[in-house]
Nanobody, 123 residues
Framework: QVQLVESGGGLVQAGGSLRLSCAASGRTFSTYGMGWFRQAPGKEREFVAAINWSGGDTTYADSVKGRFTISRDNAKNTVYLRMNSLRPEDTAVYYC????????????????WGQGTQVTVSS
């Protein structure tokens, strides 16, 4: 069973950048599709980006396309979310999620979740 721990959140000014990391335990990380989701106060958890188990396929929400990049390093059991040109509306708790041999944009496709990391973008 893979366990997930996010890090890298913080406070940043609009236009700035952050890189989130999600470290996974377990020896089967390379068989898991990974996703990033976010949840702002009072809102539903929404899809941000996802990457397949090999890293060869990615998908993004329209709201972050061209600004965010998802990547993974299977040797380090880690998935990353590079966030550039941050906007106040990107403020949320960011969660990584994992599902074996699947990846996609629906939160219901993922059974494993981290505890989240807060990202706050000031205007």
């Amino acid at each position: 069973q893979v366990q997930l721990v996010e890090s890298g959140g913080g406070l940043v000014q609009a236009g700035g950048s952050l890189r989130l990391s999600c470290a996974a335990s377990g020896r089967t990380f390379s068989t898991y599709g990974m996703g990033w989701f976010r949840q702002a106060p009072g809102k539903e958890r929404e899809f941000v980006a996802a990457i397949n188990w090999s890293g060869g396929d990615t998908t993004y929400a329209d709201s972050v396309k061209g600004r965010f990049t998802i990547s993974r390093d299977n040797a380090k059991n880690t998935v990353y979310l590079r966030m550039n040109s941050l906007r106040p509306e990107d403020t949320a708790v960011y969660y990584c999620a994992a599902e074996r041999r699947r990846f996609g944009s629906s939160r219901y496709e993922y059974n494993l979740w981290g505890q989240g990391t807060q990202v706050t973008v000031s205007s």
